[in-house]
């Protein structure tokens, strides 16, 4: 993701209605930030714009018989490099476009002038521009995966000197050569949510090519039914509880009705696309909804974000608190959230979901939904729900309903999804991956960060809980506003990186 995530999120989740109000939630805070960061970084006298290149990759790192490829883009800030021996600091994109801010401003660049680091951004493959030429169909995304994105094999398996050329692997080699990076520099891998994932993943396989890594906001553990998330929105910060915020409103009642949410488009009240169809539209909707409560939490306090969890639950709950005001508070949340993402209504029919989802062209396929969706149903699952007795939204969308969608756009049954995600997680170790040298960054209301390693695995596998913090908001560009716990997290990664990099500049005076 960028150093949100998704989006990106940044983001994550099934690429339904809801989840694709969370992505463009999580790029619209990403372009905020990174627009504010460039004004700020290159202002009269700074250094020149960062360069963006060109990688050519296999398609196929796991056959060397195959000799299709691809171009993937990375982005470059040299403006504080000090030598070639320096260090390099690897920003790893997740599941969206990879844009310039990305290696200008929060971390890591914000950490690159403390050690005069060279900074490089590396779009993730399928996404934004780093898109094959024949397209998004099913048989070009089998090539798509984590272990695609950042490695083919480990050293245990095949030798250090014979790994194939996976991304992460062979964009390192690439990179050091094409920039004439020193042999002895330590490369340090960055990244947020499942970018944070594939930094921690990177330094797992590719010890001997990366010295250590930040994986912030990183969900290590796939998982089908992530319920979990509710349990964290709820009791740290949604209007369920946390915060001073009181009982849910009745709109987000449990129950067979709509949620206690009369149907869009009966006297215009609502900022819908359509009229509400049969149960699937209904489920639709109330994701929505409740993705919309999921972002206020999710990106809670950070710069752009359209609704803090202050301002959601003073609409929500109204002076009265009654039936009637949480009712037009939702409202008011929605059209809120709608304007500032530039868009005129909200959209919740299952059937445009399918079809958009089954779109093969990437110029008109969205911001990554299909192949983000691709990836839950082959390697994460991360689907939210709300069916625990003790979760106050509503039960729908339904697990069955989530799962369906990999059926419907790609033919995967049920059985083959709940067999991918234990499959990552027995590839990757879920949340003890037995790597060294990884520091996972957390924040404390930021409900990814159950699927996280939130706790000190042994001397070398480092992690910190950040109280206070939403989703990948260690990353984002200082705030004057920001924190004493955030700023104090700040300053434990600068001293992790002292711990790592110390030795290796004192090795090159």
Known sequence: ALWLGPLLLLSLGGPSAPASLLRRLGEHIQQFQESQGLSLTLGPGAGALPKQGWLEQPLDPFNTSDQRSFLQRYW???????????????HLGGEGSLRSGSVMRGHPAALAPAWGALVIGLEHRFYGLSIPAEGLDVAQLRFLSSRHAECAGTPS??????????DVASARRALARLFNVSTASPWICFGGSYAGSLAAWARLKFPHLILASVASSAPVRA????????????AGGGCGGGRGCGEPPDSF???????????????GCWPACSSLGGAEDQAELLGALQALVGGAVQYDAQAGVPLSVRRLCGLLLGPSGSRSASYHGLRRAVQVVMRSLGQRCLSFSRAETVAQLRVTDPHVSGVGDRQWLYQTCTEFGFYVTCED???????LPALPSQLELCEQVFGLSTASIARAVSQTNSYYGGQTPGSTHVLF?????????????????????????????????????ER????????????????????WLGPAKESQV
């Open 441 to 477: 960054v957390n924040g404390d209301t930021d409900p990814w960060h159950v699927l996280s390693v939130t706790q000190a695995l042994g001397p070398s596998e480092s992690a910190l809980l950040i109280p206070g913090a939403s989703h990948c908001m260690d990353m984002a560009p």
């Open 223 to 234: 998982v089908l039914d992530f319920s979990e998330y509710n349990e964290v929105r709820t």
């Open 157 to 166: 398996e095949e030798g250090p000197q014979s790994l194939p050329s996976a």
């Open 76 to 90: 470059v800030n040299d403006q504080h490099w000090a030598s070639q021996r320096g260090p390099v600091f690897l």
């Open 389 to 395: 007795p003790r979760c106050p939204f509503s039960q």
């Open 253 to 267: 009642s449990r129950g067979p009705t709509v949620g206690g949410v009369q149907k869009p488009n009966e006297h």
């Open 480 to 499: 004057p506003s920001d924190s004493p716990s955030l700023r104090l997290g700040r300053q434990s990664i600068l001293q992790q990186l002292q711990t």
